[in-house]
């Protein structure tokens, strides 16, 4: 099994920056695809954005596109989500996650599928 640990939540003002991580422990998630999800108050929980195993390949959901980045270090076992232009609706908590059996490598969106989970950062983002 892998363990995921997120840090690097906070409260920010709209238009700042924030950078996520995501230590994994366990295993290793070379072999994984990995994502962030986010959940508000009320709200089901989100695709962020994911990774291919190497990081050759992203795909972000279209409120964060241009604003967020993601990437990934499998020689440190970590995952990273770097954060900018933040609006007040980006508050939520933020967790990462890993798909040990995508296929081919592809990144899925459903939460469903995603087999380990931290335990999840807030991210408040003040107007």
């Known amino acids: 099994q892998v363990q995921l640990a997120e840090s690097g939540g906070g409260l920010v003002q709209a238009g700042g920056s924030l950078r996520l991580s995501c230590a994994a422990s366990g295993r290793t998630i070379s072999n994984y695809v990995m994502a962030w999800f986010r959940q508000a108050p009320g709200k089901e929980r989100e695709f962020v954005v994911g990774i291919s195993w190497n990081g050759g390949s992203t795909y972000y959901a279209d409120s964060v596109l241009g604003r967020f980045a993601i990437s990934r270090d499998n020689a440190r076992n970590a995952l990273y989500l770097q954060m900018n232009s933040l609006k007040p609706e980006d508050t939520a908590v933020y967790y990462c996650?890993?798909?040990?059996?995508?296929?081919?490598?592809?990144?899925?969106?459903?939460?469903?599928?995603?087999?380990?989970w931290g335990q999840g950062t807030q991210v408040t983002v003040s107007s």
């Open positions: 996650a890993a798909d040990a059996f995508s296929i081919r490598g592809v990144i899925r969106t459903s939460p469903q599928v995603y087999n380990y």
